[in-house]
């Protein structure tokens, strides 16, 4: 029998019901699940992304999550540099990547080294891109409040 090494990656920053959906979604297909968590250095490089929780802390909260078997820290921008490191058999992904070119290439690239993609649904009411947003419009108004007081 083979055993199903599951990935799941995100920056997990805000973390909110979606990434535990994936999470659990990623654990109900597969024996081992590893959750990677993209380092504040990679989110900035490739998403120009700033993270509000530390990588530490992020990991920390994801290894915390009983779904999760083990945490990996990404600190490379390509996932096949990763699956090198971690050597998993399945990639888990919510399905807005599904039929993109990003979306697309991974399948491809994956395929040469026998790793399945999987998609989950994506949880489009919460995300934390929502959630970045709302921060900023708080924290405006906020620093609006104290100017317009002083």
């Not at 096949?80 to 050597?87: F, S």
């Not at 989950?120 to 609006?144: C, K």
Request: aromatic share 10%; proline share 3%.
């Amino acid at each position: 029998m083979t055993v199903r090494i599951g990935y799941a990656a995100g920056a997990f920053d805000l973390f909110h019901v979606g990434h535990l959906n994936i999470l659990r979604h990623a654990r109900d297909n597969c024996d081992l699940l590893i959750a990677g968590v993209v380092s504040d250095e990679m989110l900035h490089q490739v998403k120009g992304v700033d993270p509000f929780i530390p990588t530490s802390e992020r990991a920390d909260i994801v290894r915390g999550i009983r779904f999760v078997d083990h945490v990996h820290i990404e600190t490379v921008p390509n996932k096949l540099d990763v699956w090198r490191q971690v050597g998993f058999t399945h990639f888990f992904k919510g399905d807005d990547w599904r039929g993109t070119e990003k979306g697309d290439r991974l399948e491809r690239e994956f395929a040469k080294v026998g790793v399945e993609v999987v998609y989950f649904p994506y949880t489009v009411h919460t995300s934390s891109t929502q959630l970045r947003r709302a921060l900023e419009v708080a924290s405006s108004d906020r620093e609006l409040v104290r100017s317009e007081s002083a």
